[in-house]
């Protein structure tokens, strides 16, 4: 089966860091474009990222570019989402979703999603 | 930035009832338009990609059309399991996401 595991919820003091992770199995991770997407309570969707696990090259989205870090384990098929120092709006539900082959030429719609990640920044 | 709007906001509907959900692009996306069903506090679910290329496994009531800046997502027969949230979503330049419309029991 072809899925992606996210970890736990997490609960953080602002101004802690975090890194949250999403493994990939059923298929060959190094292969596929990983994005991740924000939900903040009640809110929408809204991508942060993407990352090429073959070679670690990534895009950020400009509204969070700078705030957050996308990297990548490919030894153990792992995506990770970091922050150096939280903030109490980074609260939110967390996804990471595949999207294309890293061969594909043009971007595509995210088919297999993980289960999601709560992150609570709280004092 | 590509802006994608949906309407309406909240729709309230019966079992059995057709049920359409529009999203604009604020400008041309091709159809690179994917839709997305999410229930509380899981992950979305693809529902159709490409405008209208229905996801395998995806039942066969939920359809897609459109291109250029105006899509549709058309529930034939509303079923108990459709009431959810729905995302429209480009990838013509990066990813945006509507804002979601929430298909309600009347």
């Known amino acids: 089966e072809v899925q992606l595991v996210q970890s736990g919820a997490d609960v953080k003091k602002p101004g802690e860091s975090l890194r949250i992770s999403c493994e990939g199995s059923?298929?060959?991770?190094?292969?596929?474009?990983i994005s991740w997407v924000r939900q903040m309570p009640g809110r929408g969707l809204e991508w942060m990222g993407r990352?090429?696990?073959?070679?670690?090259?990534?895009n950020y989205s400009p509204s969070f570019q700078g705030h957050v870090t996308i990297s990548v384990d490919t030894s153990i098929n792992t995506a990770y989402l970091q922050w150096s120092s939280l903030k109490a709006s980074d609260t939110a539900m967390y996804f990471c979703a595949r999207g294309e082959g890293i061969e594909v030429v043009t971007p595509s719609h995210f088919d297999i999603w993980g289960q999601g990640t709560t992150v609570t920044v709280s004092s | 930035d590509i802006q994608m709007t949906q309407s309406p906001s909240t729709l309230s509907a019966s079992v059995g009832d057709r049920v359409t959900i529009t999203c604009r692009a604020s400008?041309?996306?091709?159809?690179?338009l994917a839709w997305y069903q999410q229930k509380p506090g899981k992950a979305p679910k693809l529902l159709i990609y490409k405008a209208s290329s229905l996801e395998s496994g995806v039942p066969s009531r939920f359809s897609g059309s459109g291109s250029g800046t105006e899509f549709t997502l058309t529930i034939s027969s509303l079923q108990p399991d459709d009431f959810a949230t729905y995302y429209c979503q480009q990838y013509n330049s990066y990813w945006t996401f509507g804002q979601g419309t929430k298909v309600e029991i009347k």
């Open positions: 400008q041309t996306i091709s159809n690179w």
């Open positions: 990352i090429d696990p073959s070679d670690s090259y990534t």
């Open positions: 059923g298929y060959s991770f190094p292969n596929y474009w």
